[in-house]
């Protein structure tokens, strides 16, 4: 996927381009991500947190809760600079797909793609929709889907 550089500040609503192609920076999953998540999440499910449990189990280790790697795919696309200050409000996941687990050590990225832009006068700006897949080190993606985010737009 080709990427361009980010701007030293979030993108406004009339710069995005159907088409685009933005990558963030990778951040490697760890042990104390999963726990924190449980702790945070209430989700103590043996799979994520029991390494004896998770060794007999299908993926033969520990595997990262789903919803922690969409938390960290948020982060990574905020990364990135395009939404910094700009962005109005996160509005909608769709066709989000978990394809593959992550692991303790596996290294996430997003790579994003710009599918449609919708002008919204009355918020201001409009409304992005964002292809995004979530790769390993790898190269395999582990999630997909759309993401909708609001988007400002440039100052009159």
């Known amino acids: 996927m080709a990427t361009f550089q980010t701007p030293n500040r979030g993108m406004y609503f009339e710069e995005f381009q159907i088409g685009q192609c933005i990558c963030s920076p990778g951040r490697t999953v760890t042990e104390a991500d999963i726990v924190n998540f449980a702790g945070l999440s209430g989700d103590f499910n043996q799979i994520h947190i029991d390494a004896e449990y998770s060794s007999s189990s299908p993926f ?3 595997v990262a809760h789903g ?3 969409l938390a ?3 982060g990574l696309a905020v990364q ?3 939404l910094m200050g700009t962005v ?3 509005r909608e996941i769709s066709e989000w797909k978990f394809v593959k687990p992550v692991f303790i050590g596996d290294t996430i990225h997003a790579e ?3 599918l449609e832009i919708k002008e919204m006068r009355r918020l201001g700006g409009g409304a992005v929709i964002i292809n995004l897949e979530v790769k390993n080190q790898m190269g395999e ?3 997909k889907g759309q993401w909708k985010v609001l988007v400002a737009g440039k100052p009159a």
């Open 80 to 82: 990135t600079g395009i």
């Open 141 to 143: 993606t582990v999630m």
């Open 88 to 90: 109005i409000a996160f």
């Open 72 to 74: 960290i795919a948020s």
């Open 67 to 69: 919803l922690l790697g």
């Open 60 to 62: 033969g280790q520990r």
């Open 112 to 114: 994003m793609e710009i």
